[in-house]
């Protein structure tokens, strides 16, 4: 009966270890969860927010999206497009000036994130980046939630992105930075 005991004893002190374990990765979890969210503010990086109109009712994108933070240069949009097994970046490619802001949009109810390659950023973007957490952005969940990547002081040069659930379906596009008009898009 002892040793039963003991059995028992050993078997319930590794159930509170799991136990224990789980709760520690899940406060984890909800703090870095908190941390990131903080990130979001206006004035950090990147923002995350939502686009969303009258319960119903069919608006252009433009009338829906929040003004461009202060300061910033022109407001690029990127919607993350689903039409059936259809995945897509529109425009796929878009041409702006350093001081910029790329806007992704989520389109539908397919959850989206997108993340730039940062091993094929010009010198000294792949920092730019790092330091916006755009490396991997947010989880956008619901039609009209997005994010915005500050373009300040960026080096001019190609910056590639993809859909981290669907790059691999083709769901992958650019971002080119450039000084001079003829090279920049509005």
């Given at each position: 009966?002892?040793?039963?005991?003991?059995?028992?004893?050993?078997?319930?002190?590794?159930?509170?270890?799991?136990?224990?374990?789980?709760?520690?990765?899940?406060?984890?979890?909800?703090?870095?969860?908190?941390?990131?969210?903080?990130?979001?503010?206006?004035?950090?990086?990147?923002?995350?927010?939502?686009?969303?109109?009258?319960?119903?009712?069919?608006?252009p994108l433009a009338a829906v999206l929040p003004a461009?933070?202060?300061?910033?240069?022109?407001?690029?949009?990127?919607?993350?497009?689903?039409?059936?097994?259809?995945?897509?970046?529109?425009?796929?490619?878009?041409?702006?000036?350093?001081?910029?802001?790329?806007?992704?949009?989520?389109?539908?109810?397919?959850?989206?994130?997108?993340?730039?390659?940062?091993?094929?950023?010009?010198?000294?973007?792949?920092?730019?980046?790092?330091?916006?957490?755009?490396?991997?952005?947010?989880?956008?969940?619901?039609?009209?939630?997005?994010?915005?990547?500050?373009?300040?002081?960026?080096?001019?040069?190609?910056?590639?992105?993809?859909?981290?659930?669907?790059?691999?379906?083709?769901?992958?596009?650019?971002?080119?930075?450039?000084?001079?008009?003829?090279?920049?898009?509005?």
């Open positions: 009966m002892v040793r039963g005991s003991r059995a028992a004893a050993a078997r319930e002190h590794g159930e509170g270890a799991r136990a224990l374990a789980l709760f520690l990765a899940l406060a984890f979890t909800c703090l870095a969860a908190l941390l990131l969210l903080g990130a979001c503010r206006e004035g950090g990086s990147w923002q995350l927010g939502t686009a969303a109109g009258d319960a119903g009712q069919e608006r461009p933070p202060r300061g910033a240069g022109a407001v690029h949009v990127v919607r993350l497009t689903a039409r059936g097994d259809r995945y897509a970046f529109e425009p796929s490619e878009i041409r702006i000036r350093p001081g910029d802001v790329v806007r992704f949009v989520h389109t539908d109810h397919q959850p989206e994130s997108v993340a730039f390659d940062l091993g094929r950023a010009p010198e000294g973007g792949a920092e730019l980046l790092r330091a916006q957490g755009a490396a991997g952005a947010p989880l956008l969940t619901d039609p009209g939630a997005f994010f915005d990547v500050h373009f300040r002081d960026a080096p001019e040069g190609t910056y590639p992105f993809f859909s981290i659930p669907h790059g691999e379906f083709g769901m992958q596009g650019a971002v080119v930075v450039a000084r001079t008009e003829a090279a920049a898009s509005p």
